[in-house]
């Protein structure tokens, strides 16, 4: 399984950006992704998940009510939605699966892609 994460960049506190995460293979609408970021001297957190039909998701407190993940398995892509950025939002964003919850981390990353949130 291969993982292609896109759609980061500069924005303003306040802004949006939709991130875009494309999966090779055929498997992929069997798992569960998600979507994890890592801060300059912090280590990487969970942000979103998403189980293989969409029917279970998961968000991390910090970005409930403005993030939204959601995906097109006939697309083979993963997306999360960010809305009301805010400077602590900085980081690089992972995409990743199979999501197995909180009891282990995922087998297949994504190479990361920038979000720089400007106050």
């Known amino acids: 399984v291969q993982l292609q994460a896109s759609g980061g960049g500069l924005v303003q506190a306040g802004g949006s950006l939709r991130l875009s995460c494309a999966a090779s293979g055929r498997t992929f609408s069997t798992y569960a992704m998600g979507w994890f970021r890592q801060a300059p001297g912090k280590e990487r957190e969970f942000v979103a998940g998403?189980?293989?039909?969409?029917?279970?998701?998961k968000y991390a407190d910090s970005v409930k009510g403005r993030f939204t993940i959601s995906r097109d398995n006939a697309k083979k892509t993963v997306y999360l939605q960010m809305n009301s950025l805010k400077f602590e939002d900085t980081a690089v964003y992972y995409c990743?699966?199979?999501?197995?919850?909180?009891?282990?981390?995922?087998?297949?990353w994504g190479q990361g892609t920038q979000v720089t949130v400007s106050s």
């Open positions: 990743a699966g199979p999501w197995y919850g909180s009891s282990r981390l995922p087998d297949y």
């Open positions: 998403i189980s293989a039909s969409s029917i279970n998701i």
